[in-house]
Every structure is written in structure tokens, then in C-alpha cells.
């Protein structure tokens, strides 16, 4: 974890993102996700791709279960 500094860069509020945490030079456009009292940056084109690349996988999850057989009921 690093420490930096809020500033005002005109009326909007900025952060300084460290060098050792800056994001490549491809990454042009973030996404600031409020959860509660923290702020959560992230690249706008790798937002869902690296949630779901770092879920773990559930293995206690079945992959099939049993169901009961489907009901006949009345139409509407």
C-alpha cells in the first residue's frame, strides 16, 4: 500500500498516483467507484475484465444438481 496526496487541479479534486503504481501509458480513461469511505480507481476497459479475472473459482459450487420435474399448471 502507498501513500499520496489529494490536490485541487481547477474546481475538481485529483489524486497523485505514485510512480511505482502508475498504470501503463496505453491507460488513458479510470473509473472511481464510491464504496462508502474509500474510493476505488480503476482502468475504464479492465474494470470487469480484472473482477472476473481475480474471483476465485467456488469448487463447493455443484456444477450440476438435481431438480424436480417440471409442473403442469393451468395457462394464464
Known amino acids: 500500500m ?5 490536490f485541487k487541479n481547477n474546481q475538481s479534486q485529483a489524486v497523485r498516483i505514485p510512480k ?3 498504470w501503463p501509458d496505453g491507460v488513458k480513461e479510470v473509473e472511481v467507484i464510491q464504496d462508502g469511505q474509500s ?3 480503476s482502468p475504464v476497459d479492465l474494470v470487469w475484465d480484472s ?3 481475480d ?3 467456488d469448487t463447493n459450487y455443484p456444477a ?3 431438480q424436480p420435474a417440471e409442473q403442469e399448471r393451468p395457462p394464464l
Open 64 to 66: 450440476e444438481r438435481d
Open 2 to 6: 502507498a501513500r499520496t496526496k489529494l
Open 51 to 53: 473482477w472476473f479475472a
Open 55 to 57: 474471483s476465485p473459482e
Open 39 to 41: 474510493r476505488i480507481i
Open 20 to 22: 511505482a503504481l502508475e
